[in-house]
């Protein structure tokens, strides 16, 4: 019998050249927001709207390479933490109790795809037919929450999810663990991840408890500017027709991005934001009517990895004002109908909560365009 | 279960796909097609850059796209069985070149690939078999109708174009499978929009459509019969053309790679894209690939005036959300030379590969509106030049049936009782059974004394598991909306507010809406069906009032919309008349040919009054057939109501809710109560 026959048995993992984060051109509010979830992963995720064709999926997809390994425990399935005994699952728990130290080694973070039309089964996980039909065992099979945990999970079209999996995702998200109770398995192990979403509005609303999840919403257009839609041509045409020679050319920029975003991770539970300041936060969530106290966290959290990236320990005005918008954006109270922008409405109440600084708007993220 | 040796199994893909290319040597050579000059040359720019992803081509009822794709597909097959054998030397047993057939009733499992139960059964050990998806890896996938195909498996062969793999993540299977693949789709406008993921992934869209001489049509149709009577012979009449068209795309593909194109030309076509409101980066890359490919094709190593003309008139047109002003056309079209006239278009085709790039095409810089407006005349101007949203789409009842209702939706759990149709759920069947086959093994070795070392899995009837569906269908939330007489502002108003509301909640029940207006003579769709809020709020505000009140225009148009909904899944709609309910115009007079399916039910007659009431019961009863419930919305206050609004409900049979100066929350819940009453029933 053979057991492995060449086309039917499960095909060999697809290894693609991806196309580097800092080659993307423009788009600078979602590359920002991407970051700052990576340098804290508390914020909440990302969830980027917009047009189709404009880089949403490349620039998450690019994620994984920027980010900086973790240490995991040897042999978890869920790569847990060995720093972290509070967070462990209910092997390394138990491993835990016997031995003093678990043996872990470093590993990438995870960025998981859920790809279209993925069935409850595989999210959650449930029983591993193989090993039950072998070898007679009720073993679990982790689904992608698990391949997630402590990593990025990614929804593309993330407004046309089926609702049961909405489900599933709003309770892991809240909780931080999966609960499994099908097949007659029963388990429950860690599923800490930061939600990605990304979606053409004009294709459907997003569930409201859902938005409600993401820590960031960022807006994405079709570029206009000529010059920069040339470079987006040239820079793809070039990767694709020599990837290798595109991606050493992009290396040191590329690299130059990872170091930072790995300096902001170890300084940024250092970044000291003012009394004041958080005062003036919360001023600006009352001005916006902002229900719930999410906005003023995000917006602090957000505002301290910025400052961390920046390479700053305080947080400053700027930083605030920076990050705002896209903390916001998804939390006011919206009539279906209204034509103004939130955009703009946040817009307003900063400049009214935050009235001397003139005001810089930008949202450039500093050294990251790269001239090729 | 049969205990076959697997290995002539697991070739049965292979085994298809040659089957398929075999039973298929007498496609009708694509040398040989008359006119259809675009589509021809969409083909060609696919068949020299695979980067170009795809092509899809719009036809009416009566152009035989379909046909034209497998005559393309049988060429290009011939082309990369002989070219591409020696790159893909890894690909063992399989075609070099797969040309795969997508039906419409696909399912998912089919189409994306999954657990191989058979295997997986004889040998214990998780098999997986690909999908159709993964079956055209490095081939052509062929979809006839592509706007009538589901819209969750259309997402899935547009997210297999983008990424160039498939992933499956479901029912126990967890794989990833290659698939790059080229597309070729034809689609009828009229029976539907195309998914605009598909529309966004794919290089070219082009309309067949075109105006051939007399002289072409004769020659075409002599062709088919000749064609018909000896395929054989024809073929061979052919095979000097067929042989130099293959090796012109040879020849362009070899000198792909060697074609420069400028920081300027790539300059010019993203000033087309800009100029024209192209969404997002990808079609300015395609446009890019497919002006290289053009170049390549006519044997020039950079990139002419004529080349940009091609790209802006079959990748970036049809993504086009504004049009040059008319003003602005006319007067440039004086001055423009003669459009790229099907001449230029013929000679590169036909030509032997080494048409000398000399003539009057060469020059450059000529400002990219004059190109595009070049690009625009020589597009046909019905179909693909139509805006992609806004107007609304009307269709006959659907020439080819979608996927057959029976096993649709989301396959959400599963059980052991069989019923009609029923579809084998594998993971849930093999669950069932793992825990006894220690049990049974040991039952079978004590009964037969053997060794003990077969790993076969013992499946029992008990076992076996049934697929239970669970569709959510949503309802068409139809609001036509009289623009006729003093009130009609009012009304807009009304139902836009309930509209906007009923959006809200259309998430929780995959509804959609949609907006008529009606007044003078005719009907106009204002909204198409949508669940988007973004694209409820461009209705405009102030829409013309005053005339009128076309009351039959109007439930045609609905029932257009509902039709169309229809074959797009959404089987229920529910029709919102917001009127005063004088109706005073008849069909007749709002004479359109909108009203094709009514037509044979309309003797001429007198247009007064009573043939219009007739007229509305005979809708009325065509609504009902159906299953689109009607309900009168009357929010004239009490002291005007004569009640013509209730008259109506009652001539189309409809319900009537009779809210005086009622505000958009008191329609939307009433509006509400019915709708909760309706998916009750359904």
């Known amino acids: ?372 | 279960m049969s205990s076959t040796p697997a290995s002539d199994r697991t070739s049965s893909i292979p085994v298809r796909n040659q089957g398929g290319l075999k039973s298929r040597p007498s496609a009708y050579p694509f040398a040989a097609i008359v006119g259809m000059q675009a589509v021809k040359r969409a083909l060609m720019l696919l068949a020299v850059d695979a980067g170009l992803q795809g092509t899809l081509i719009a036809s009416n009822a009566g152009a035989d796209t379909t046909s034209l794709a497998r005559s393309f597909a049988a060429m290009l097959a011939k082309v990369d069985s002989t070219i591409s054998n020696h790159e893909n030397h890894s690909v063992q047993a399989r075609p070099a070149f797969p040309v795969i057939d997508l039906p419409l009733n696909v399912t998912v499992d089919r189409l994306l690939g999954g657990i191989n139960l058979e295997r997986t059964i004889e040998t214990g050990t998780r098999q997986y078999t690909a999908g159709l998806l993964a079956e055209a890896n490095g081939g052509l996938l062929v979809v006839a109708g592509v706007n009538l195909l589901d819209a969750s498996l259309v997402d899935h062969v547009a997210a297999a174009l983008d990424a160039g793999v498939v992933r499956v993540e479901r029912e126990g299977a967890s794989a990833t499978f290659q698939s790059r693949f080229r597309l070729v789709g034809d689609y009828n406008p009229a029976e539907g929009e195309l998914s605009p993921h598909l529309r966004e992934r794919v290089g070219m869209i082009v309309d067949s459509a075109q105006e051939d001489s007399a002289e072409e049509i004769a020659e075409a149709v002599s062709r088919a019969l000749r064609f018909e009577q000896d395929p054989r012979g024809f073929i061979e009449e052919f095979a000097v053309e067929t042989g130099l068209l293959q090796s012109d795309i040879a020849g362009a593909r070899s000198r792909l790679g060697e074609i420069k194109v400028t920081s300027g030309d790539i300059r010019r076509i993203a000033e087309a894209a800009i100029s024209l409101g192209v969404e997002g980066n990808r079609a300015d890359l395609f446009a890019v690939k497919a002006a290289r490919a053009n170049a390549a094709l006519a044997a020039r190593d950079s990139l002419c005036d004529e080349d940009i003309i091609t790209a802006i008139q079959l990748v970036l047109l049809p993504r086009a959300t504004r049009f040059p002003s008319p003003e602005e056309r006319e007067e440039d079209a004086d001055e423009t030379a003669a459009p790229a006239s099907e001449e230029d278009v013929r000679d590169n085709h036909a030509g032997s590969g080494g048409r000398e790039a000399e003539d009057s095409n060469e020059q450059t810089d000529r400002p990219i509106e004059e190109l595009i407006i070049e690009a625009m005349d020589a597009v046909a101007p019905q179909e693909a030049l139509k805006l992609p949203r806004g107007k609304p789409v009307r269709g006959d009842s659907g020439r080819r049936s979608p996927v057959p209702d029976h096993a649709r939706g989301r396959y959400v759990s599963s059980d052991s009782r069989r019923n009609k149709n029923a579809r084998l759920a594998i993971d849930t069947t093999l669950r069932a059974a793992a825990p006894h086959q220690a049990a049974r093994r040991d039952r079978v070795v004590a009964v037969r004394s053997a060794g003990a070392k077969d790993k076969k899995i013992r499946i029992t009837p008990d076992d076996l598991r049934y697929k239970r569906f669970k569709r959510k269908s949503g309802i068409l939330f139809i609001f036509a909306v009289d623009a006729s007489g003093s009130m009609a502002l009012n009304r807009m108003a009304q139902a836009k507010g309930a509209l906007a509301r009923l959006l809200q909640q259309a998430y929780l029940h995959r509804d959609k809406v949609a907006l008529i207006s009606f007044r003078h003579s005719t009907a106009e769709t204002i909204l198409a069906p949508t669940r988007s809020v973004e694209l409820a709020k461009r209705i405009v505000d102030a829409l013309p009032t005053g005339g009128a009140t076309p009351v039959a225009a109007a439930l045609v148009e609905a029932l257009n919309l509902a039709r169309l909904a229809r074959l797009q899944g959404l089987p229920r709609a529910m029709l919102l008349l917001f009127t005063d309910g004088r109706a005073n115009v008849g069909l007749q007079k709002a004479g359109s040919q909108k009203v094709g399916s009514l037509a044979e039910s309309r003797k001429e007659r007198p247009q007064g009054r009573e043939s219009i009431s007739d007229e509305l019961k005979r809708i009325g009863r065509v609504l009902e057939t159906e299953s689109i419930a009607p309900v009168v919305v009357d929010t004239r206050p009490r002291f005007v109501s004569t009640g013509e609004g209730r008259a109506l409900a009652e001539l189309i049979g409809g319900r009537y809710l009779y809210l005086p100066r009622a505000d958009a929350t008191a329609i939307y819940n009433a509006v509400a109560s019915v709708a909760e009453e309706a998916r009750r029933q359904g």
Not at chain 1, 75 to 99: I, N, V
């Open chain 1, 1 to 372: 019998m053979r057991k492995k026959s060449e086309q039917a048995s499960k095909p060999p993992a697809y290894q693609r050249k991806v196309y580097p984060f800092a080659a993307i051109v423009g788009q600078e509010e979602m590359k920002l927001a991407l970051m700052l979830c990576v340098v804290d992963p508390h914020i909440g995720g990302v969830i980027v709207m917009g047009h189709r064709g404009t880089g949403k999926s490349t620039a998450v997809r690019a994620l994984a390479d920027l980010l900086p390994p973790i240490a995991k425990v040897k042999g978890c399935l869920y790569g847990c933490d060995p720093e972290r005994a509070t967070e462990f699952c209910d092997d390394c728990q138990a491993r835990s109790s016997r031995s003093r130290r678990l043996a872990s080694d470093q590993g990438p973070v995870p960025v998981v795809d859920l790809p279209l039309g993925a069935t409850e089964d595989r999210v959650c996980g449930t029983l591993d037919i193989e090993r039950a039909l072998v070898e007679g065992v009720k073993a679990f099979e982790p689904g992608l929450l698990a391949r997630a945990n402590r990593g990025f999970l990614y929804i593309d079209e993330v407004n046309l999810l089926d609702d049961h999996l909405v489900d599933v995702l709003l309770d892991a998200s809240a909780s931080g663990r999966n609960v499994v109770e099908r097949e007659g398995i029963s388990i429950s192990h860690p599923a800490r991840f930061v939600l990605v979403g990304s979606g053409n509005p004009e294709e459907g609303e997003l569930r409201p408890q859902l938005l409600d999840r993401f820590g960031l919403y960022t807006q994405i257009y079709t570029i206009t500017d000529l010059d920069q839609r040339v470079e987006i041509v040239e820079r793809r045409e070039r990767f694709e027709r020599a990837a290798e020679s595109f991606l050493n050319d992009i290396q040191s920029e590329h690299e130059s991005l990872r170091l930072r975003i790995v300096e902001a991770k170890n300084v940024h539970s250092r970044v000291q934001i003012d009394r004041g300041l958080l005062r003036r936060i919360a001023e600006l969530c009352i001005t916006l009517q902002v229900d719930g106290h999410r906005g003023e966290l995000t917006i602090s959290r957000a505002s301290r990895a910025l400052a961390a990236l920046e390479g700053r320990l305080s947080v400053t005005v700027d930083d605030v004002k920076r990050v705002a918008t896209m903390s916001l954006r998804h939390r006011l109270r919206k009539d279906p109908l209204e034509r103004v922008d939130s955009g703009s409405r946040i817009e307003q109440a900063l400049a009214a909560v935050f009235p001397s600084v003139e005001s810089e708007g930008s949202l450039s993220t500093g050294n990251l365009r790269v001239r090729a």
